[in-house]
Nanobody
Framework: QVQLVESGGGLVQAGGSLRLSCAAS????????MGWYRQVPGKQRELVAA???????NYVDSAKGRFTISRDNAKNMVYLQMNSLKPEDTAVYYC???????????????WGQGTQVTVSS
């Protein structure tokens, strides 16, 4: 079993900051990319930021310059520092991990349960 647990969401005023954390635990052999997605009601889940095991990073355009993704490979954790938050950043944020559970196991994608981020104007 693999579990991803997010923390750090909440309510913040526009212009404020939040730091999301995600801890992956369980039977993990190799961790590949980790990332953050977000979803608002009635819309598709969208990628916010992703980081590979080698440190390559990708951001959605709206997050560039405001959000920073990082990871701790030793702890199987990924973080999202969100600055200059805007009301349109309001969403449920999900942690995502692409990993394998054994030498002969294929890769699978796991999701956290989500954490609400609300930015008031």
């Amino acid at each position: 079993q693999v579990q991803l647990v997010e923390s750090g969401g909440g309510l913040v005023q526009a212009g404020g900051s939040l730091r999301l954390s995600c801890a992956a635990s369980g039977s993990i052999f190799s961790m590949y990319s980790m990332g953050w997605y977000r979803q608002v009601p009635g819309k598709q889940r969208e990628l916010v930021a992703a980081i590979t095991s080698g440190g390559s990073i990708n951001y959605v355009d709206s997050a560039k310059g405001r959000f920073t993704i990082s990871r701790d490979n030793a702890k199987n954790m990924v973080y999202l520092q969100m600055n200059s938050l805007k009301p349109e950043d309001t969403a449920v944020y999900y942690c995502n991990a692409d990993l394998s559970r054994g030498y002969y196991s294929g890769r699978s994608v796991y999701w956290g349960q989500g954490t609400q981020v609300t930015v008031s104007s």
